[in-house]
């Protein structure tokens, strides 16, 4: 990999990077903001492969950790990751993380972006739901795991399927529009 190629690489992941701030940026309030989050990592991973789209979605966080004000309403801070749905938010990673294994084991372009997707998501609403359970009992009083699903997933789903569709649409234009943004994933 020459250095043209690694530097327009970091370019990309800043800019998802970027793309996935703005995205948290537009939402919806509630117990679980309604966001183009999920939109813009399926965009990432899809975009950028599993590697280099978990390294933007990790810069994301990094940069909210620090009081960066890059999540949902404009916050920031490492409070922000710790409280009741920042499961959410660091399951993007586990989202990127079963993103790649599918995509590794799945050689079809299109069918594995649809089950990676599909997978990961499912594994990010699994942690942060979980997460959700453990903080909220701690901090505020005990919540079932049923009564969590209904108020953080349930809710989520259709306007995540539709989120997700439009993101493996848009990726595959995209790509196809720009070559050179090709990933491993994509070929084989």
């Known amino acids: 990999m020459n250095n043209q190629t690694k530097i327009l690489i970091m370019v990309y992941i800043a800019l998802m990077t970027v793309i996935i701030t703005v995205c948290s940026w537009i939402s919806i309030p509630g117990p679980v903001p309604f966001t183009l989050q999920t939109f813009a990592v399926f965009t990432a991973l899809l975009l950028l492969g599993t590697r280099n789209g978990l390294i933007s979605i990790v810069v994301y966080l990094l940069l909210g950790a620090v009081g960066v004000p890059v999540f949902s309403g404009f916050s920031g801070g490492i409070g922000h990751l710790l409280g009741p749905t920042g499961g959410y938010l660091i399951g993007f990673i586990v989202m990127g993380f079963v993103f790649g294994i599918v995509r590794h084991f799945i050689k079809h372009p299109l069918f594995s972006a649809i089950v990676a997707s599909v997978l990961g998501l499912a594994a990010c609403y699994a942690f942060g739901t979980v997460w959700f359970v453990i903080v ?47 990933t491993h994933e994509d070929r084989k």
């Open 136 to 182: 909220y009992t701690r901090t505020k009083s005990a919540i079932t795991f049923g009564a969590a699903l209904s108020m953080c997933v349930l809710p989520f789903i259709i306007p995540d399927a539709i989120k997700m569709t439009l993101a493996i649409i848009l990726s595959d234009r995209v790509k196809a529009l720009v070559p050179a943004i090709r």
